[in-house]
């Protein structure tokens, strides 16, 4: 291949680089998209979070004691199964990404001695109540500002009250349930 033929088939791509770009500039220019206020299509379990910001959902959870009074803990179990992706759940298991949660109600908050707890978890006082776990599980991160628990919460009431109902036994001497 000659010079005069390299520089042609260079010349070439640099007018179809420029094309292409003009093109893109143009398009940008006569075609102005606007964005939607919220999704046209929900896949669920994708953008979870983002859908119920979005959607008119309560501020906050339903008081969990009337909740419980029809829990179970079999169906809390079944939910439960995605906690069990970064949690441990026997008794002296050893921690996942996530603290073990055997025992969880009643104790302290960042209970699990040797489990790097973010400094938000650690700087709460008083123990994990069944009222302030159905927050907590409702939107772990505006519950706790600063948790490292990216889980985007159950926003459904059942669905929550069984998961609580469900690791409620995960104890040696299960908490009484909320009158």
């Given at each position: 291949m000659n010079s005069f033929e390299f520089n042609k088939v260079v010349a070439a791509i640099l007018v179809a680089l420029l094309v292409a770009m003009l093109g893109g500039f143009l398009a940008e220019e006569l075609i102005k998209p606007e964005d939607l206020a919220k999704n046209a299509y929900v896949v669920e379990g994708v953008g979870a979070a983002v859908a119920a910001e979005?959607?008119?959902?309560?501020?906050?959870?339903?008081?969990?004691?009337?909740?419980?009074?029809?829990?179970?803990?079999?169906?809390?179990?079944?939910?439960?199964?995605?906690?069990?992706?970064?949690?441990?759940?026997?008794?002296?298991?050893?921690?996942?990404?996530?603290?073990?949660?055997?025992?969880?109600?009643?104790?302290?908050?960042?209970?699990?001695?040797?489990?790097?707890?973010?400094?938000?978890?650690?700087?709460?006082?008083?123990?994990?109540?069944?009222?302030?776990?159905?927050?907590?599980?409702?939107?772990?991160?505006?519950?706790?500002p600063g948790t490292k628990m990216t889980f985007a919460g159950i926003k459904n009431d059942q669905d929550r009250a069984n998961v609580i109902a469900w690791l409620r036994t995960l104890a040696d001497s299960p908490v009484a349930l909320p009158k």
């Open positions: 979005t959607s008119a959902a309560p501020a906050g959870p339903a008081p969990i004691a009337p909740l419980m009074a029809a829990a179970s803990a079999e169906a809390g179990q079944k939910t439960g199964r995605v906690c069990g992706t970064c949690h441990s759940f026997g008794k002296g298991e050893a921690a996942k990404i996530g603290p073990n949660l055997y025992g969880i109600i009643g104790s302290k908050h960042a209970h699990m001695a040797g489990f790097d707890y973010s400094e938000a978890m650690k700087a709460m006082a008083g123990d994990w109540t069944f009222e302030e776990l159905n927050e907590f599980i409702f939107n772990p991160r505006a519950h706790v």
